[in-house]
C-alpha cells in the first residue's frame, strides 16, 4: 500500500485579515497546514486555533513586521529551512497615498518595503530550496492597479506594477525547473486596507467585490494554471491582447540605431 505524500505547508503573509485570512481558510478547507505571517499575533493565533478546529490542520503563527528587516528575517529562514513549506503566498500590503506630490516618503518607503522589498526578499529565501526539489508555487497579490494606475495612481499602483513584472520574470525563469507562479490582480475587494484609505462609500458597489469571491476566482485561476489572473475580467482575451501587444513590441525595443522621429531635423521656421 503506498502511503499519499503530505500536502504542501503554506506559508501566507499578511494572514491576519482580509485577502490573507480568505487564503488560510480555503488552503486550510484543502487540508494544507499553513504558516500564518503578519504583526498581530493575538488574531493570528485566532485564526490558527479556528482553522486547527474546523479543518483539523496544523497551523502555525509566526509574528513579524516585515518592514523590519530583523523581523523578516525571520521568516526567511522559516522559508529557508522548514522542509515542508512548498507554496508561498505574498499577500500583505498596504496603500501608500493616492496623490504623490502630498504622500509622505515614509510612509511611501514603508509602502515599498511591504510590497516590493518583503516579497522579493521571500521569494528569494525560499526560491534555491524549490527549484532544488523540483516542485511548488509562489503566489503574489498585485492589484488591478497594475496596469491602470490612472484609476488610483501614485506609489502604490507603481508597487503593484513591480508585483506582476517581479512574477512575469519569475516564471519565465523557474517553469521549466517545474515550478508555479501566479500573480493575481485583484479589483476593488471588501477588505479592511479600505479603512486605511478612507473607506469604500465612494466606490459604486458593482466595483467591489467581497473577499470570498475574489479568493476563490484566484484559487480557480490556480487551479486552471493561470500565471495571471484578473479575477474582475470577463474575458481573458482582453489581457491576452494586451500581453501580446507588449510581447509584439519587444524586438524592437533595443536596436543600434534611434528612431527615426528622433532624426527628423528641426524645422527652419521653428
Ligand atoms: N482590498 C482591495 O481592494 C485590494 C485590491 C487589490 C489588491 N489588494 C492587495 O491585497 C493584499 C491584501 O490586502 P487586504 O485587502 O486583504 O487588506 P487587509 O485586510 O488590510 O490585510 C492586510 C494584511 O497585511 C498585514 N500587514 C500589514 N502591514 C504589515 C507589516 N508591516 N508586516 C506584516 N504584515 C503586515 C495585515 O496584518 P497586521 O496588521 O496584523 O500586520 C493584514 O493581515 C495587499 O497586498 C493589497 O495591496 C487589495
Not at 485570512?21 to 503578519?38: C, I, N, S
Request: proline residues 4%; aromatic residues 4%.
Amino acid at each position: 500500500m503506498s502511503v499519499a505524500e503530505p500536502l504542501d505547508t503554506v506559508l501566507i503573509t499578511g494572514a491576519s485579515s482580509g485577502i490573507g485570512a480568505t487564503y488560510a481558510d480555503r488552503f486550510a478547507q484543502r487540508g494544507h497546514p499553513l504558516v500564518l505571517v503578519a504583526r498581530n499575533a493575538a488574531r493570528l493565533q485566532e485564526l490558527a486555533a479556528r482553522l486547527e478546529r474546523e479543518y483539523r490542520v496544523k497551523a502555525d503563527v509566526l509574528a513579524a513586521d516585515l518592514t523590519s528587516s530583523t523581523e523578516r528575517a525571520k521568516v526567511e529562514q522559516r522559508l529557508r529551512d522548514d522542509d515542508s513549506i512548498g507554496i508561498l503566498v505574498n499577500n500583505a500590503g498596504v496603500g501608500g497615498g493616492s496623490v504623490l506630490a502630498q504622500a509622505s516618503p515614509e510612509v511611501v518607503q514603508g509602502m515599498i518595503e511591504l510590497n516590493v522589498t518583503a516579497p522579493s526578499r521571500l521569494v528569494a529565501a525560499l526560491l534555491p530550496r524549490l527549484l532544488a526539489r523540483g516542485h511548488g508555487s509562489i503566489i503574489n497579490i498585485a492589484s488591478a492597479l497594475a496596469i491602470a494606475p490612472e484609476l488610483f495612481g501614485g506609489a502604490y499602483a507603481a508597487s503593484k506594477s513591480y508585483v506582476l513584472t517581479y512574477t512575469l520574470a519569475l516564471h519565465k525563469q523557474v517553469a521549466e525547473h517545474g515550478l508555479r507562479v501566479q500573480c493575481v490582480l485583484p479589483g476593488v475587494t471588501r477588505t479592511e486596507i479600505w479603512d486605511q484609505i478612507g473607506g469604500l462609500d465612494a466606490i459604486p458597489a458593482q466595483m467591489i467585490m467581497e473577499v470570498d469571491e475574489m479568493v476563490d476566482a484566484a484559487l480557480s485561476g490556480y487551479d486552471q494554471g493561470e500565471v495571471i489572473t484578473i479575477p474582475s475580467l470577463p474575458d481573458i482575451e482582453e489581457w491576452n491582447r494586451f500581453d501580446e501587444a507588449r510581447r509584439r513590441m519587444a524586438p524592437e525595443l533595443s536596436r543600434n540605431v534611434a528612431a527615426d522621429r528622433y532624426k527628423s531635423d528641426i524645422p527652419e521656421d521653428a
